[in-house]
């Protein structure tokens, strides 16, 4: 009998943060690294949040409290969510979670088991592929296209559903690719659920991004479509809005009360409660008018962000680039580099048991960090299951303007550096 369960080897991990102990080693050895890995806001909380966490603090509120969410918040996200998408939400139906991430593993875990099918975006967010094989279900993974600019269709969705599919990931706007649905799209691809899935069929739907927005694109939720929100789990959080990653709070509606107690229970089972002073932050962030003008200063930047490195992308030889629609992320077609540096080669001739751990555009990741000091995510990172054909990196632009024109003419120069990739490939050091 061996020290771990098999379980633990089969959930996997996310490469953003894989990428943390990579970072560090080369700055201790006095290298400057453009960090374009991780998906973290570069602005401050907003102060009147902070404010409102210290007097919550000085206020002794610092104790247990209830475990599906302090009712103050509860009730601003209920009002949230039925204002911005026309649904009735109740204060009874939100659960409330140390982070956005909880719900997609315990989702899992609540409706999920072996025979049952969990459809998801690929490229999308790891942890909804990481989870399925640790629940013992089934991945039906979403290849999304680049020449249909990483859209859904309901479509593209038919083929992948049936009676077995017990949970659906929609993730609008979406993490890589900045895709945004239109109302049109979502009541295609409710149609399609409809037609296909058992009446019990739950939809993920991970609303995270849903404040960063550009050009005018507004977001829109599958709940919103008519006979959907009986299926439908909103997901959403304030670490991408008010760029609190780490005050760790995350929250879902779901369909009926009853779940709502369900996921309560694995709150006290796995959390006890979150943090009831942060907790109050949030709901000062959703009720005050504060929060919009301090979110529309990060989405502003964030705009002319996305433009200087789509831009600047495209304009480097092998890189083609579209332009996101939501998110601080960009996500180019990198085959071009790869190509050009004898990258496909080069991983042609690696031993199988590292062709296994690694991929074209994992070489490249690999080669700008360690060679040119960049720090990317390859396309592996967002979905593993039959991403071999797709070459692709991900690149956060919530850094600041000067890191990232200095990030793209290290990345320009690494594009023509063949001789600097071989002499990599020959060290045969950090290739996945």
Known sequence: MGLYADRAGLIDSENAFKMGPYIRSLEAQGRDIVKCN???????????????????????????????????????????????????????????????????????????????????????????????????????????KEENAFSLSGAELAPVLSEKTKLIFLNFPSNPTGGVASPEQLQEIARVIRARCR??????????????????????????????????????????????????????????????????????????????????GVRLGLESPEGPAEIKKMVDAFRMRRDLVVDGLNAIPGIRCLKPKATFYVFPNVEGVCRNLGIFDAFAALPAEIRDRTSPSTLLQMFLLFV??????????????????????????ATGTEELRKGLARIAEAAGDREGFRRFIEKGEHLF
């Open 38 to 144: 991780i998906g973290e806001p570069d602005f401050p909380v907003p102060a009147f949040i902070k404010e409102e966490v210290k007097r919550q603090i000085d206020l002794d509120n610092t104790h247990y409290c209830d475990p599906q969410g302090i009712p103050s918040l509860r009730a601003a996200i209920a009002r949230q969510l039925a204002e911005t998408r026309g649904i009735r939400a109740e204060a009874e139906r939100v659960v409330v979670f140390p982070g956005g991430k909880p719900p997609i593993g315990l989702c899992q875990q609540t409706y999920c088991g072996p025979g049952d099918e969990v459809v998801y975006p690929s490229p999308g967010f790891p942890i909804y592929e990481s989870f399925i094989p640790y629940v013992g279900a089934t991945p039906v993974p979403l290849h999304l």
């Open 199 to 280: 009446a019990e069929v739950r939809i993920f739907s991970d609303e995270i991004y849903e404040h960063i927005l550009f050009d005018g694109h507004a977001h829109h939720s599958i709940a919103s479509c008519p006979g959907m929100e009986r299926n439908t789990i909103i997901v959403s959080g304030a670490s991408k809005s008010f760029a609190w990653t780490g005050g760790r709070i995350g929250w879902a509606l779901f369909p009926t009360r009853e779940e709502a107690e369900v996921f309560k229970n694995l709150n006290i089972n796995y959390f006890s409660c979150t943090a009831a002073y942060n907790q109050e």
């Open 372 to 397: 040119h000091g960049v720090a990317t995510l390859d396309r592996k990172s967002f979905g593993r299951i039959g991403a071999e054909p797709y070459h692709f990196l991900r690149l956060s632009i």
